[in-house]
């Protein structure tokens, strides 16, 4: 089982950048994968990206790697976003969660339905 928090949202401008926190805590942190989703108010949730134990990453898309880094410190039970260039459109609330795969530590799943534990989520908007 796993607990995670999420924090480093807030309002901010167009153009600018902006890294999100996520603190993890548990007994084997290395048995999840860790994502960031985002849901803007009126549209579904959407995977951003994801990381493996092993430091593999996956985006939603190709055109997100330009703009949104992830990385994990597992020395620390840490999992951040970088969120380069910040667009109106990226206003959202941003959600961490663990996906259980035990020794899979290359498997990274996309859905939202394979992450069993979620943060409480954390606000960004976006101004002109």
């Known amino acids: 089982q796993i607990q995670v928090v999420e924090s480093g949202g807030g309002l901010v401008h167009t153009g600018e950048s902006l890294t999100l926190s996520c603190a993890a805590s548990?007994?084997?942190?290395?048995?999840?994968?860790m994502g960031w989703f985002r849901q803007a108010p009126g549209k579904e949730r959407e995977f951003v990206v994801g990381i493996s134990y092993s430091g593999q990453n996956r985006h939603n898309e190709d055109s997100a790697k330009d703009r949104f880094a992830i990385s994990r410190d597992n020395a620390k039970n840490m999992v951040y976003l970088r969120i380069n260039s910040l667009k109106p459109e990226d206003g959202a609330v941003y959600y961490c969660?663990?996906?259980?795969?035990?020794?899979?530590?290359?498997?990274?799943?996309?859905?939202?339905?394979?992450?069993?534990?979620w943060g409480q989520g954390t606000l960004v908007t976006v101004s002109s």
């Open positions: 548990g007994r084997t942190f290395s048995s999840y994968t």
């Open positions: 969660a663990a996906a259980f795969v035990g020794g899979s530590h290359d498997l990274i799943p996309p859905s939202s339905g394979d992450y069993e534990y």
